[in-house]
């Protein structure tokens, strides 16, 4: 059956911070220089904010640019942090770092502790009230390309697609969004994204993208033990000091409470689980005391772009650009990326407004958009950070160390003694050792209080795909899981997975291993594509409207 098409100067994939940020400033622009532009925003989520989660504590200044009276018109950004506190983590105790040790770059004070989800539906409004066309429940499935090899825009998946790969009584093709510039704002490692870094050799002579995982919950605690505005961060237990990560706690209005956990992904014990080492964390005794005779409301998970400056790749191609988080252009130690995700979809919306404005027709590269980032603040946001992540290879300790002491330089004004740019090496996905290298890690069972499993968290998270569609987690070489990765790593997908996707199932006898994939689980958190050790996984979209639910994530 053909596909319908529709016209549109710029088409964006993803409704997320970057994407909403250029459909606005798009829009803005078109307003003021009396300028008719089209603009259409898709996204995979059942509504705008069902697939956001993150923290987050959210720095303002891109949102001061892009709506200046945002107060006026009711942004969701309620409670200011009135409280920041850092603490080192041991499995008895806590040490608490005084402020004034901390490097100001990581000071939380003009931030906003928010609901991200909530945010980009208020953006959405915003958008739509400009003009904007906003189509949720649609995933975007293929890139199109002109015959001159430029990108034309992109193919919603077809919907109704049995499992064995056949229409059934509910089929519907895709519908094609063609666009004179299309604006990839798929979050990390989205699916098109990762297509036109290859296509375009956009990562040529930059590092390898380096990644975390983030698990969160939103619990509901009792009114004596909220301190609104609060934000707490730690580093060390659970984790050992040959492992990175760390944990945040932001106390937001309604006696809620947003906790989570980060590891990053070039871990190299493949019996680690990120989500067990959340749950112990809960248990800390400062940490647990804030949950108990609290209700957890809602679970989720996310990677999370850990590269810095080092990992971003060239953002621009004939007929469209890379923004936000598709890049990656989130700041480490600040844990914050929604402000340069914001700003960069703002740049590529004046590149593409520039060029439209001007009778351009498309199909060419907005280059311009190259030299107006790395002359905003988002580089500079970058580069005073960019030599955090490479030292954690010395270590937690001597890493967080070091790092500290190049973000002191930078505040301090004295940058120029830590000239030099430090580099990432290998990719997350070749980090493991060997299981017969590794020490098992021996998770204690979930208290159904503080700690869960993977099972419930999941029905928490409102996840749902329809039943009757091919899996979207797809590998390359289904014999890998079982031959290869089960005797080396002891399949590591079955633990790194935060929602309990993939199995390893034997018989009564505990012979025939089999690889179980429990894709109607998934999260689109894009673990299991970022961490297995072969590559053999690769994400893909579900139908549209499939995946997670968020409230209030």
Known sequence: MERESMEYD???VGAGPSGLSAAIRLKQLAAAADKDISVCVIEKGSEVGAHILS??????IALNELIPDWKDKGAPLNTPVTDDRFYILTEIGSMRI???LLPPLMNNHGNYIVSLGNVCRWLAQQAEELGVEIYPGFAAAEVLYHDDGSVKGIATGDMGIGKDGEPTDRYTPGMELHGKYTLFAEGVRGNLSKELMVRFNLRDGVDPQKYGLGIKELWQIDPAKHKQGLVLHSQGWPLDSKTGGGSFMYHLEDNQVAIGFVVHLNYTNPYLSPFEEFQRFKQHPLIRPYLEGGKRLSYGARAINEGGLQSVPKLTFPGGALIGCAAGFVNLPRIKGSHNAMKTGMLAAEAAFERLAAG???????TDLEAKWRQSWVFQDLYKVRNVK???KHGLWLGTALGGLHMWLNDLKLGFLVGWT???GKPDHESLVPAANAKKIVYPKPDGVISFDRLSSVFISNTNHEEDQPAHLKLKDPTVPIAFNLPTYDEPAQRYCPAGVYEVTRDDNGQNPRFVINAQNCVHCKTCDIKDPTQNINWTVPEGGG?????NM
């Open 360 to 366: 351009g027709e498309g199909h060419d590269a907005l």
């Open 390 to 392: 490479p030292s954690l």
């Open 10 to 12: 710029v088409v964006i």
């Open 422 to 424: 430090q580099h990432h």
């Open 547 to 551: 995946g997670p639910n968020y409230p």
């Open 98 to 100: 005084p402020n004034a």
């Open 55 to 60: 923290g987050a504590v959210i720095d303002p």
